[in-house]
């Protein structure tokens, strides 16, 4: 699900490409934003609980640890990419993409997500964290990006379709959480639009 609302086989790219400030530049943001490790283990995990606890903009129940959270790391940057945004200090949001489908023929085809604390919802910075995870995903060889909106939530409705993402369906009381029934809209991104029949280049 999606908000705004898995080392060896790092993404090889530096926190500057990631979208980390220029100093003195003019325009230079007040966030840096680059790969995670575990040990952003803690901060995305208190990031992500009270999505958790008291919405159903992720289906889950049960808020991860920061143990559970360091494997999710782990696991989404093996193949995929995981960032976080930092700011004075401070882990502020995180975005990260996982597996569509374990079956091997979907390995092209990522789910893509964006978590921001509290505080930050609506601040740019969910776009921002997208800004640097697309293109890092499209590096690694992904040719679709799908996105998971527990509905209503227009706020990420926007930021998915201001990045071209184009709805594909929604399934209508799929979930059920904090005592209602919720709808999931999916859409989706082609990273890589073209008429390519061939079989794409292993992922990087």
Same mark, same amino acid.
């Not at 901060?43 to 959270?69: G, K, S």
């Not at 004075?88 to 993409?97: C, D, K, N």
């Not at 998915?160 to 999931?184: M, N, R, Y």
């Given at each position: 699900?999606? =908000?705004? =609302?898995?080392?060896?086989? =790092?993404?090889?790219?530096? &926190? ?7 100093? &003195? ?18 901060? /995305?995990?208190?990031?992500? &609980?009270?999505? #958790?606890?008291? *919405? ?27 960032? #976080? ?5 401070? #882990? ?16 092209? *085809? /990522?789910? +893509? ?15 921002? $964290?997208?800004?640097? $995870?697309?293109?890092? $995903? ?35 009381? #799929? ?8 709808? +999931?809209?999916?859409?989706? @991104? ?12 292993? @992922?990087?």
């Amino acid at each position: 699900m999606t =908000s705004e =609302s898995g080392p060896a086989r =790092s993404t090889g790219k530096s &926190a500057a490409h990631l979208g980390a400030p220029t100093g &003195a530049e003019p325009g230079a943001q007040p966030w840096r934003i680059r790969s995670a490790s575990a040990e952003d283990a803690a901060a /995305c995990a208190e990031i992500y &609980a009270p999505y #958790v606890r008291t *919405t159903a903009i992720t289906f889950e129940t049960e808020p991860p640890d920061a143990a559970q959270m360091a494997r999710r790391i782990e696991s989404a940057s093996e193949r995929y990419v995981w960032l #976080v945004l930092e700011e004075e200090g401070r #882990v502020a949001g995180f975005a990260y993409a996982g597996a569509f489908n374990p079956r091997e023929a979907y390995r092209f *085809t /990522c789910e +893509v997500s964006v978590y921001l604390a509290p505080d930050q919802r609506g601040s740019g910075r969910g776009r921002a $964290l997208y800004e640097a $995870l697309l293109p890092a $995903l499209r590096e690694r060889g992904l040719r679709r990006a799908i996105a998971l909106v527990a509905q209503p939530n227009p706020a990420s409705d926007r930021l998915h379709a201001s990045f071209g993402f184009t709805p594909v369906g929604t399934f209508t009381k #799929v979930g059920w959480k904090l005592g209602a029934w919720h709808d +999931v809209a999916w859409s989706e @991104l082609d990273m890589a639009p073209d008429d390519d029949t061939r079989e794409p280049p292993p @992922l990087r």
